[in-house]
């Protein structure tokens, strides 16, 4: 399927059914209450902690409510799913499980690196600004202490780990969402953890055409994203119109699109 096509359907999807469309726009501004509260003055920190957990959970739905969606497009099925409240939880909680196990990778080596290259940018310190750092009675007479040497190697350190994080982040996050495709087709964390198949299904898609599919899908949810920021821009009604149709919107569409890319894949 051609992204022309891709985007098209995906676009036109979230309309083909107002009432789901706004079933599941309710569901996510119950999440936005305490927001939608605060512009009326109402704070209660008791309240927000208790609301906080409900739109944890309202998260773990939604989140496997778009695998559903996911599923559905794989399927080229038009109809947008209803919500199975149970197992969208559970496909929610399967969900995150999976994307935390991909990203937890490269967390883990990035953040590595960045110790490593802060110590050696540490380890160039002379001793002389040590004693000016620890003598220090307010940051800015800490900051001056370190001379140029170190900022210099402090910037070249975390510059080239900035580029390795962004190289393992797309690496890891293709592999993320073809896994989480596989686990919306198959249902099992077998399948969402089967390496091989996954790798033959990113061969299948185009590693170019995987990453070129990203950048457009970013850049049309950047401009839903500012039209629902304007539209939270008009006083009080505008979060509520955001949440109920421009959220529900966005979930819809993104779930829709990368689940008819991946419905190439045989």
Same mark, same amino acid.
């Given at each position: 399927?051609?992204?022309?096509?891709?985007?098209?359907?995906? %676009?036109?999807?979230?309309?083909?059914?107002?009432?789901?469309?706004?079933?599941?726009?309710?569901? %996510?501004?119950?999440?936005?209450?305490?927001?939608?509260?605060?512009?009326?003055?109402?704070? !209660?920190?008791?309240?927000?902690?208790?609301?906080?957990?409900?739109?944890?959970?309202?998260?773990?739905?939604?989140?496997?409510?778009?695998?559903? =969606?996911?599923?559905?497009?794989?399927? +080229?099925?038009?109809?947008?799913? *209803?919500?199975?409240?149970?197992?969208?939880?559970?496909?929610?909680?399967?969900?995150?499980?999976?994307?935390? &196990?991909?990203?937890?990778?490269?967390? =883990?080596?990035?953040?590595?690196?960045?110790?490593?290259?802060?110590?050696?940018?540490?380890?160039? %310190?002379?001793?002389?600004? +040590?004693? *000016?750092?620890? !003598?220090?009675?307010?940051?800015? *007479?800490?900051?001056? @202490?370190?001379?140029?040497?170190?900022? @210099?190697?402090?910037?070249?350190?975390?510059?080239?780990?900035? =580029?390795?994080?962004?190289?393992?982040?797309?690496?890891?996050?293709?592999?993320?969402?073809?896994?989480?495709?596989?686990?919306?087709?198959?249902?099992?964390?077998?399948? *969402?953890?089967?390496?091989?198949?996954?790798?033959?299904?990113?061969?299948?898609?185009? &590693? /170019?055409?995987?990453? @070129?599919?990203? $950048?457009? +899908?970013?850049?049309?949810? @950047?401009? $839903?994203?500012?039209?629902?920021?304007?539209?939270? /821009?008009?006083?009080? =009604?505008?979060? $509520?119109?955001?949440?109920?149709?421009?959220?529900?919107?966005? +979930?819809?569409?993104?779930?829709?699109?990368?689940?008819?890319?991946?419905?190439?894949?045989?």
């Amino acid at each position: 399927m051609e992204f022309g096509e891709i985007f098209t359907n995906a %676009l036109k999807y979230p309309f083909s059914e107002y009432e789901k469309l706004l079933i599941l726009g309710v569901v %996510l501004l119950v999440s936005s209450v305490p927001a939608i509260l605060a512009m009326f003055g109402f704070y !209660n920190s008791t309240f927000s902690t208790v609301w906080s957990i409900i739109s944890i959970i309202i998260g773990i739905l939604t989140l496997g409510y778009g695998l559903s =969606v996911k599923r559905e497009s794989i399927s +080229l099925n038009d109809e947008i799913p *209803a919500f199975d409240w149970v197992n969208n939880i559970v496909d929610g909680i399967k969900s995150f499980i999976v994307t935390f &196990v991909y990203y937890i990778v490269p967390t =883990v080596i990035v953040s590595f690196l960045g110790f490593i290259s802060l110590g050696s940018a540490i380890s160039t %310190l002379p001793k002389s600004s +040590l004693t *000016a750092i620890n !003598n220090a009675t307010t940051a800015t *007479a800490a900051l001056n @202490a370190i001379p140029p040497e170190t900022w @210099a190697a402090l910037g070249s350190g975390f510059s080239i780990v900035a =580029v390795v994080a962004i190289i393992l982040f797309i690496i890891f996050g293709l592999f993320e969402t073809v896994a989480i495709c596989r686990l919306a087709k198959y249902g099992t964390f077998g399948e *969402a953890f089967a390496f091989g198949q996954i790798v033959d299904d990113i061969k299948q898609i185009g &590693v /170019l055409r995987l990453i @070129a599919f990203f $950048i457009v +899908l970013a850049c049309i949810s @950047a401009l $839903i994203g500012l039209v629902i920021g304007l539209i939270t /821009l008009i006083p009080f =009604v505008g979060i $509520i119109v955001a949440c109920l149709v421009g959220q529900s919107f966005v +979930l819809l569409f993104t779930n829709r699109a990368i689940g008819l890319l991946y419905s190439d894949v045989e």
